[in-house]
């Protein structure tokens, strides 16, 4: 089973536009190169995923190291 769902906020005044522009988007879709593009976004989605980590896991260890050489890291570090 193949499912779609989206979702959209307007102003009132909006709405019939709104979904017009829904409706241009859903039709113009090329169905028979979904897989590929799906495969396509899933893979940057976690490229994303994969460097957001790294770069938390830094931040981490630099608070992680300013806690062990001053007590002012070490305050920061537990306050978040």
């Known amino acids: 089973e193949v499912s779609l769902s989206l979702s ?11 979904f017009e522009l829904l409706q241009d988007l859903t039709s113009a879709i090329r169905w028979e190169e979904e897989e590929a593009r799906l495969r396509t ?3 940057r989605r976690a490229a994303g995923l994969g460097a957001s980590l790294a770069s938390q896991g830094l931040s ?14 070490k305050v920061q570090e537990e306050m978040g």
């Open 41 to 43: 976004l899933m893979t």
């Open 60 to 73: 981490y260890a630099q608070t992680a190291a300013g806690a062990a050489l001053r007590s002012s890291g």
């Open 8 to 18: 959209s906020h307007a102003l009132d005044r909006n709405v019939p536009r709104m």
